[in-house]
């Protein structure tokens, strides 16, 4: 395991799986769920100066972003990954706050540091999610979450409260609609909508670990946390993680954190 460094407040997290010691992380941090229109600008950056942010690996990942004049073309390509299911549209819409989908591990990775954050760890997320030593249920508490898309957005409970799933974005809210869904420090969305990237490779926990992210190459993939709209309440549980290969997918956005 990896010690990664976010400042110096510490807050002690013992998720029944494991204990973990988060630095700076607790005191007054912020993490938030990109959204599409907020990403568009990011992209803009990326064709304009056809540089890379501070904390990129250029060795390694270079092939994995266009950048430079014409680079807007290979965005929207891209970020049309799922012809069904991806939100990106070439020009601004009706679409501008629901989640960004169709990004890629290292997408993710350089747009939270474009905007000042970070792609958080495991660790760090879940400890948002479940609040800390709270240990909770859910973000929110121990409320079941309904149908009513108050708490969460799953299982195509949006918009009808049916549990109808449409073909295209129809199942997929604009960001925070689900306001008694907050956590313990007022994140919205934190399961649910989409799958959230996180910076982890996959990897066993480690009892006991600092910080607890897993930088090393990993066999399988990157670590996705939260669930989608369609999965049921078994993926809004705070400790439940699954895996995907870095490349853009359809039901996986990503959300973005800030040191205190």
């Known amino acids: 395991m990896t ?11 013992d998720f029944g799986r494991f204990t973990t010691t988060l630095a700076g ?7 938030f769920r990109a959204l599409i229109g907020r990403a568009s600008l990011g992209l803009q950056r990326y064709e304009l100066e056809g540089t890379y942010e501070t904390g990129w690996d250029a060795a390694d990942w270079n092939t994995y972003i266009a950048t430079g004049s014409g680079a807007a073309s290979t965005w929207d390509a891209n970020l049309a990954c799922d012809s069904i299911y991806a939100t990106w549209t070439n020009t601004a819409g009706s679409q501008e706050n629901l989640p960004i989908s169709c990004v890629n591990w290292w997408e993710a990775y350089a747009f939270c540091i474009w905007d000042g954050g970070f792609l958080p760890s495991e660790a760090e997320w879940e400890y948002a999610a479940a609040g800390g030593s709270q240990e909770r249920e859910y973000p929110w ?14 299982d195509c409970y949006y918009p009808s409260g049916l549990a109808s799933c449409a073909l295209g974005v129809t199942n997929i809210a604009p ?3 689900p306001t008694l869904g907050a956590g313990p420090w007022g994140q919205l969305d934190l399961v649910g909508e989409e799958w959230e990237w996180n910076l982890d490779w996959l990897a066993s926990y480690v009892d006991i670990c600092i910080d607890c992210s897993y ?5 399988y993939g990157r670590v996705v946390r939260g669930g989608g709209f369609g999965d049921g309440t078994w993926a809004l549980l705070p400790p439940n993680r699954s895996i995907f290969p870095y490349e853009p997918q359809g039901p996986i956005g990503f959300r973005c954190a800030r040191p205190p």
């Open 25 to 31: 992380f607790l005191a007054g941090f912020t993490i």
């Open 141 to 154: 508490g121990a409320t079941d979450p309904g149908t009513g898309s108050q708490y969460a957005i799953y």
């Open 215 to 219: 930088l090393p190459p990993g066999d």
């Open 175 to 177: 960001v925070g609609t």
């Open 3 to 13: 010690t990664v460094s976010r400042g110096t407040a510490v807050g002690l997290a």
